[in-house]
């Protein structure tokens, strides 16, 4: 699958947001105004300027309209989901070609809030997933213990672990010392 490099930009910073939704194990991962600050500067999020307690929460409304892409059952779903998002914020595609980058197309306006300008972009970002009929790449950590978001961007469609060196490794390990075991007995 080929996928253009601003598409897939929007694809690790949609997942790297929904990641920062708490769970069993964590923390709001977007608790206070300083980690939006962190988490846009992290991804480069342009125009950004001064971010007050409204645009924390809108982000993470974003977040959670994000996360229910991800867990829609069908691309007739996500596809709902996506329209609905991109339509709210407000799209007005436009080439840019700014701080280094070659020509993109940014989807949000100008103006847009930070909030406007996740959705927008990375909302296109998803919609070019259920476009490609790739709908199920957008998936969920197979690990125990671990239910955090990725884009199964393998040939095969066969990424099973948000990571392969973390929850992959050690499930790995696990399993081998579970044979080790058994076949000690």
């Not at 996928?3 to 769970?23: C, F, G, Q, S």
């Not at 846009?40 to 645009?55: F, M, P, Q, W, Y």
């Not at 213990?145 to 393998?154: I, Y």
Request: glycine share 6%; hydrophobic share 40%; with cysteine.
């Amino acid at each position: 699958m080929l996928i253009p490099h601003d598409t897939r930009i929007a694809l690790e910073t949609v997942v790297d947001l929904v990641n920062t939704a708490p769970d069993s194990d964590s923390g709001d991962g977007l608790a206070e105004l300083s980690a939006l600050y962190a988490f846009a500067e992290r991804h480069a999020i342009s125009g950004v300027g001064t971010l007050g307690d409204k645009d924390l929460r809108a982000v993470r409304d974003v977040r959670g309209r994000f996360a229910e892409i991800f867990a829609a059952p069908d691309a007739r779903t996500a596809a709902d989901l996506v329209n609905n998002l991109v339509a709210a914020a407000g799209t007005t595609p436009q080439l840019t070609d700014h701080d280094g980058y070659d020509w993109h197309i940014h989807y949000f306006a100008p103006d847009a809030s930070v909030a406007d300008h996740l959705a927008a972009d990375c909302g296109m970002a998803l919609a070019f997933i259920v476009v490609a009929g790739e709908q199920e790449r957008l998936r969920r950590c197979e690990a125990p213990d671990c239910r955090d978001a990725f884009v199964d961007l393998s040939r095969n469609r066969s990424r099973r672990y948000c990571s392969s060196r973390t929850c992959g490794n050690r499930l790995h390990v696990a399993a081998y010392r579970a044979r080790r075991r058994e076949a000690a007995r």
